[in-house]
């Protein structure tokens, strides 16, 4: 059984607002690590935040659309199996 990771803060300034987000538990280490990388004591402008995350939903999106096709992959290859 893993143990899950404990709750971490960052601080980001968007748009010249200082923010603490906390990150919980739910996050994978490697999650929370291209978070800490990608927003930690940096200062990101509102319009690059909304590209990174256009990004990651594209991305999210590709990879969920594998991942339906590999499961189809799978179902074929399941049924064939007397």
Known sequence: MSVAPPSQTIEVTIGGRRYKITLDSSFSPEALNEVKDTFHLKEIAPMDLFKAYLTKVRD????????????????QLLHKIP
């Open 60 to 75: 999210i999106s590709k990879l969920n659309a594998q991942l339906e096709q590999l499961n189809a992959q799978l179902e």
